[in-house]
């Protein structure tokens, strides 16, 4: 797998055993918008330092990852990005800010 740290679990959605993927438990587009409008989200240990990507605990198999992945493409492209301003968060993002 690359470099990438291989965990065998039961997936959340199945319930089958495998080896199980990262899973945003914040959908990153959600993730993404929260940094860039609401000075994003902030660990209790260190409530100075925003963090730079939500948790990601394994959670699912690859397929029920894909799956879950394309669920939160369409919400993202069909309703969020639509009523909260899709163009200021890509541009945003462009810049690096």
Do not use: N, Y
Request: with cysteine; net charge positive; proline share 6%.
């Amino acid at each position: 797998m690359g470099g990438v740290e291989r965990r065998d679990g039961q997936c959340g959605l199945w319930g089958a055993m495998g080896s199980l993927r990262q899973s945003h438990v914040i959908p990153k587009f959600v993730f993404e918008w929260l940094r860039i409008h609401r000075s994003g989200l902030r660990d209790l240990g260190t409530p100075s330092l925003p963090k730079q990507d939500a948790p990601k605990p394994r959670l699912f198999c690859a397929s029920c990852e894909g799956l879950f992945g394309s669920w939160e493409r369409d919400v993202a492209e069909r309703i969020f990005r639509p009523s909260h301003g899709a163009e200021r968060v890509r541009s945003h993002t462009v810049r690096g800010c």
